[in-house]
């Protein structure tokens, strides 16, 4: 089977949801209305079962590596051994149900920049940067709906941390 089909196997029976594409925009589609995202809990790569790490679609390779390097500091650090070679689209669909959550207030840039969002990833990184420090999470929730739909705030605090 395809790796992509296998990573929409994956993402469908872990809680299935519409992915949007990548785009050049730095602010959210017009046309939010189509976008959903996903509710189900993100698996953390460093206590996930083998089971669960290839439900999501990884290669046997990607999985071993996983296992093998446990535990990853940070996002970033994952990425470094799963991430090269995949296309943008297979990198926000994974890390879209699998994800390392980055602290508001100590997160870098890099790790930011990985989060699924429907802005760029070079401006959804100067945003979090941009407020920092965060009181709370309701903070983070105010600032970041100034940029994208409600729906996608929500989303996007499954992959923080109040630090």
Not at 4 to 19: H, S
Not at 68 to 75: D, I, K, L, N, Q
Not at 142 to 160: D, F, H, I, P, Q
Request: aromatic fraction near 8%.
């Amino acid at each position: 089977m395809a790796p992509m089909k296998q990573l929409m196997i994956g993402i469908a029976m872990l809680g299935g949801f519409a992915l949007t594409a990548c785009s050049e925009s730095e602010t959210a589609p017009a046309d939010e209305a189509v976008q959903t995202f996903a509710t189900a809990p993100l698996i953390d790569p460093n206590s996930a079962t083998e089971a669960a790490l290839a439900l999501t679609g990884l290669s046997g390779a990607d999985v071993a590596a996983i296992v093998s390097g446990r535990p990853f500091a940070s996002m970033s650090a994952l990425h470094a051994v799963i991430g090269e070679g995949k296309d943008p689209a297979t990198i926000k669909a994974l890390y879209s149900v699998l994800f390392i959550k980055v602290g508001l207030n100590t997160g870098s840039e890099d790790d930011y920049k990985l989060i699924p969002s429907s802005l760029t990833p070079r401006h959804l990184a100067h945003e979090f940067d941009e407020y920092r420090p965060y009181a709370s999470l309701d903070d983070f929730a105010r600032e970041m709906s100034k940029y994208v739909s409600a729906a996608e705030v929500e989303n996007l605090k499954r992959y923080v941390t109040l630090d």
